[in-house]
């Protein structure tokens, strides 16, 4: 369930009118319901409510400041995947020992910067980085606490892309191996074991694949026990998927994937983490565009919008589909043409949708693509030059711009000119 609706014949976010944020910011745009982003951070810690537990919510899904706060306000830690998204994170007011540092290539630098600003816990991937967390905590002189991401070989059935817990990925250590690298971490004498990481990848529709790894990560937590090793935290990942074409999917609900957590490790005694992302901001968020052109082409026409690949790249990247809907509603029974969608960059891949049927549209209306608060802003560029759309985050009947719309000037004078030119 997310909070845009038509009222009245017109797309609302809670209770703010798109087409009114439209009128004073300008499209294209991306608009957040502070509601959506509450009611999905709190099924997740309702559905894990029986067991210790943190939702660190994995920030590269959205990580806008104000969307940051929102949910830390609620009770929320945060992943996060880079030494940026560690500060972003702590100016957003986040603790320390709120912040989990996730991903295979945390560089020295990056490292040292959250052992100084205070951290969790680090998810390990390698036994390289494991030997230069050792020697930059032994410089910082503090213990670097850590859990081992371990890679349980399981085929997450989701897009290729986003598949993360196949042996043929780069993601975490083998599970065959786990046994000699917790060795490895425990005979390094700046780094304090905690746990178990695992995430197996993006957008799973089904619950099996998880079911599969974690009875895995319960076998190892209770063999790894038998090791000596002290293992309190299981870090379960994210990974659960939202439903794109809202005719046609159901994913599972947070509150079965909470039991199927009981259900598999709930008897180990751990301190639980998970780390959602999409689930928490896609459903949250609209990308909002205007008509530019309706196109007539050889046996096609085109809506060509002012929204483009280099603002929501998900469609060209991933063959993702958005469902797109007209901010003004639909008379009931209006007739439905086949359009093929696309926005104004010289690509051909810069096509949201091919033949996809929409009640007449015009120049000048607005359309809202859904679910494109995750992996939506955050994935933008500047590529032709056309600057970040603004991001606007709505709050029942108010709304404010999160992040305003460069001018052409500031992008233009970022490139500096060599002397000799
Ligand atoms: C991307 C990622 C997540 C979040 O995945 P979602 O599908 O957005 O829930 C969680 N943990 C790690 C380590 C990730 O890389």
Redesign the pocket.
């Known amino acids: 369930m997310d909070h845009f609706l038509y009222k009245n014949g017109a797309l609302f976010a809670e209770d703010v009118a798109i087409a009114d944020i439209a009128a004073t910011v300008g499209t294209p745009f991306y608009v957040y319901s502070t509601a959506t982003l509450l009611r999905h951070f709190t099924l997740f810690d309702e559905a894990l409510a029986g067991m210790d537990h943190l939702v660190c919510y994995?920030m590269?899904?959205a990580s806008n400041q104000a969307i940051l706060k929102t949910l830390a306000n609620a009770g929320a830690g945060m992943?996060v995947?880079s030494g940026g998204e560690y500060l972003r994170a702590k100016a957003a007011g986040v603790p320390g020992e709120r912040i989990v540092f996730?991903?295979v290539g945390k560089t020295a630098d990056e490292i040292r910067l959250a052992l100084t600003g205070g951290i969790r816990q680090f998810?390990v991937e390698s036994e390289p980085e494991m030997e230069v967390l050792n020697r930059v905590a032994g410089e910082v002189g503090v213990m670097a606490p850590i859990t081992i991401?371990v890679n349980p070989d399981v085929d997450a059935k989701t897009h290729a892309k986003?598949a993360?817990g196949k042996s043929e990925n780069k993601?975490g250590i083998p599970i065959a191996r786990a046994r000699e690298v917790y060795a490895l971490a425990a005979s390094l004498e700046n780094l304090e074991v905690i746990g178990i990481d695992v995430?197996i990848?993006?957008?799973?529709t089904d619950l099996a694949p998880f079911e599969l790894a974690y009875q895995k990560v319960a076998e190892l937590t209770e063999m790894l026990r038998s090791e000596g090793h002290n293992i309190c935290r299981l870090d379960l990942?994210?990974?659960?998927?939202i439903p794109y074409a809202r005719s046609n999917e159901a994913p599972p609900l947070p509150i079965d994937y909470g039991k199927l957590i009981e259900r598999t490790v709930g008897h180990l005694g751990c301190e639980i983490e998970i780390?959602?992302?999409?689930?928490?901001a896609g459903n949250a968020g609209c990308m909002v565009s205007e008509v530019i052109y309706v196109k007539s082409g050889e046996g096609r026409d085109f809506l060509i919008l002012d929204g483009a690949m280099n603002d929501l790249i998900r469609p060209a990247m991933y063959e993702a589909h958005h469902d797109i809907v007209p901010v003004i509603e639909p008379a009931p029974g209006a007739e439905q043409t086949p359009y093929d969608i696309v926005g104004p960059v010289c690509e051909s891949g810069d096509t949201f949708a091919k033949q996809r049927l929409m009640p007449p549209l015009a120049a000048g209306d607005l359309v809202a693509f859904r679910s494109a608060g995750?992996?939506g802003a955050v994935m933008s560029s500047e590529y032709n030059t056309r600057p970040l759309i603004p991001e606007v985050l709505v709050h029942g009947d108010q709304y404010a711009v999160i992040r305003p719309r460069p001018t052409f000037d500031e992008i233009i004078n970022r490139d500096t000119i060599p002397e000799w030119l």
């Open positions: 994995a590269k899904a992943d995947v996730s991903g998810n991401r986003i993360t993601f995430h990848g993006s957008q799973l990942g994210g990974g659960l998927g780390e959602p992302g999409r689930l928490i995750a992996y």
